[in-house]
T-cell receptor, first 115, second 115 residues
Framework: NAGVTQTPKFQVLKTGQSMTLQCAQD?????MSWYRQDPGMGLRLIHY???????DQGEVPNGYNVSRSTTEDFPLRLLSAAPSQTSVYFC??????????????FGEGSWLTVV | AQSVAQPEDQVNVAEGNPLTVKCTYS??????LFWYVQYPNRGLQFLLK??????LVKGSYGFEAEFNKSQTSFHLKKPSALVSDSALYFC?????????????FGAGTILRVKS
């Protein structure tokens, strides 16, 4: 049981490049989400999914795209990287989106720098 | 807006002394509250949660938190701090969305425990 696995852990991009952050979980969780962490701002929700084929926007979705073709995987795509997207990205998962306080489990993070 | 506030950017405490990391919340309805800890270059680890029931919640690593509805607070506490407790702590509250729920995080509090 690996939990929530994110790749890559570190990445440097040039402005305008595109890339995909991978996230996989082996806990059969329906709910998966992506957060970004910036100093002094805590974690902010980018996109989330409540099951395969269902995604929706969070607080800061602009510049990011997601899809959920399987229960296990929830990739985050940066369409055209900008310096403002320099951040630490966390993927998370849980059963059914915390309806009764289900614990959300986080991956180890992906450090992205856009130059 | 539904939110959480962590009024202290940093808390310093001597090893062996009790520690408190403060959190206040603003939500409609009954709050579901969480504490997470983040060690350097790592993901977030779940510490404890309050859903309902006893106002004093016990969690991992000897931490506990006290829910106070009248003061809308959920402070994290530990009777005797360890140097290894030094980390970044996040308070979070569950917020309902169109397709499920999400966590809204505070900005985080750095805890430094000195020997």
């Amino acid at each position: 049981n690996a939990g929530v696995t994110q790749t890559p852990k570190f990445q440097v991009l040039k402005t305008g490049q595109s890339m995909t952050l991978q996230c996989a979980q082996d806990m059969n969780h329906e709910y998966m989400s992506w957060y970004r962490q910036d100093p002094g701002m805590g974690l902010r929700l980018i996109h989330y999914s409540v099951g395969a084929g269902i995604t929706d926007q969070g607080e800061v979705p602009n510049g990011y795209n997601v899809s959920r073709s399987t229960t296990e995987d929830f990739p985050l795509r940066l369409l055209s990287a900008a310096p403002s997207q320099t951040s630490v990205y966390f993927c998370a998962s849980s059963y059914s989106g915390v309806p009764s306080g289900n614990t959300i489990y986080f991956g180890e993070g992906s450090w992205l720098t856009v130059v | 807006a539904q939110s959480v506030a962590q009024p202290e950017d940093q808390v310093n405490v001597a090893e062996g002394n009790p520690l408190t990391v403060k959190c206040t919340y603003s939500v409609s309805g009954n709050p579901y509250l969480f504490w997470y800890v983040q060690y350097p270059n790592r993901g977030l680890q779940f510490l404890l949660k309050y859903i309902t029931g006893d106002n004093l919640v016990k969690g991992s690593y000897g931490f506990e938190a006290e829910f106070n509805k009248s003061q809308t607070s959920f402070h994290l506490k530990k009777p005797s701090a360890l140097v290894s407790d030094s980390a970044l702590y996040f308070c979070a509250v569950r917020v309902s969305m169109e397709y499920g729920n999400k966590l809204v995080f505070g900005a985080g509090t750095i805890l430094r425990v000195k020997s």
